[in-house]
């Protein structure tokens, strides 16, 4: 596995100063930003399960209709790697800051759109055609930001607490889908007619107060001292996406295996385990929402505590660990849900994103430290996305398997088991590939 020919000046030249307050401070900073952006995209993943197939897809049969709304939930992914390109090119070549600044205005407006965007019974054909685009900006925007706040993040960070930094960012995940899912939460208290007209808008509305937060934070960001290093050293790559796959493809498929857990088992525990356990199962809707925010809660302790330990272990060995233990949990974790039970069913979700966050919560530490800092913002938001790009369309995938396995959950427990082991073979080769940064300071 390669990696790009020479070791630049910037990764062993002149080191520029940073106190542990203010890489401190960066991360909060970068943990705000993408908590509130990813709040905007997993508002999608549930209204798809919830909404959009009875109210967007309404010409088509109930399993048809949430079929195409999760393949419109996909379509999202799809995006995320051209955004990627696109925002690893305004990253590596422009700045990590104003890449992160656009990012936010795109999915902060699209978001806010989909709340005002009528539905097929006013407007017809037009109505998906809409939230399919809308959802493509999204995901355009999501594809550069995740590597963005990561890199940003990382590159003021000392070398010896990048764990915790990296794993503050990640915090934002479960923090956007509490906030999502508890948004939905409160609306579905409604009555089922308010829910359906105007109750579901609710929480897609409050994309466009909380985007004048996010800028606000955005704009206090400093720059990244290792790519204000590069500018001076005349360090940056010319087109940085094609260096990735012409000097770091290997890199670059170990970035995405590494990833896949952690954004592709995220959406079998959500989005498929709220379909299937809505439309296959018939059990209440606000169950599988609530255990979703129980499980988002522990997800924040599993995250901040592996954040620590991958600075004593690394992060190769912790990925390795969590792909393993998901994958021996994974059919357990379905026969639970299976069962119907509240209380199993609730244990299940937690149970299940709560060891996918192992390895998630060490993958922005594993996935910057795969890339040099000429090539890492976008070596970075490629891995991260093309595992995103691949991993939207296996709610489908899992729901589509049903008609197979006559309604039981055991292909999905079967895709989350393989996403698992790969991740796993992600984090083995990881660990050994690590690139040795500048050390800002100790």
Known sequence: MTTTADTSAAEVGARPKLSGKDAGRIAR????????????????????????????????????????????????????????????????RVGRKPALLITIIMIGLATGLIGVLPDFGTIGLAAPVMLAVLRLVQGLAVGGEWG??????????????????????????????????GAFALVLLLPAESFDSWGWRLPFLAAFPLLLIAVFIRLKVEESPIFQELVKLEERAKIPALDVFKFAWGRLLVAIAAAFLGVGGFYVMTTFAITYGVSVLELDRALLVNATLIAAIVQIGVILVMGRVAERFGA???????????AVAAFPIFWLIDTG?????????TLGIALLSTAYAVSGTLLTELFPPRLRYSGVALGYNIAGAISGFLPFLALAMLSFSGGASWPAAVIFAVVALITSVGGYFGGRLKIKDMDIIE
């Open 29 to 92: 900073a970068a943990f705000v930003g993408t908590a509130l952006e990813w709040y905007d995209y997993f508002l999608f993943g549930t209204a798809a399960a919830l909404v959009f197939n009875r109210l967007y897809f309404t010409t088509l049969d109930p399993t048809a209709a949430t079929l195409a709304a999760l393949a419109t939930f996909g379509v999202g992914f799809a995006a995320r790697p051209i955004g990627a390109i696109l925002f690893g090119y305004i990253g590596d």
């Open 148 to 181: 963005g706040a990561m890199t940003l993040a990382v590159e003021h960070a000392p070398l010896k607490k990048r764990g915790r930094f990296a794993a503050l960012v990640q915090v934002g995940s479960p923090v956007g889908t509490l906030m999502s899912a």
């Open 341 to 349: 039970h509240p209380l199993a069913v609730i244990f299940a979700i």
């Open 316 to 326: 190769g060995r912790v990925t390795v660990w969590g792909g393993i233990a998901t």
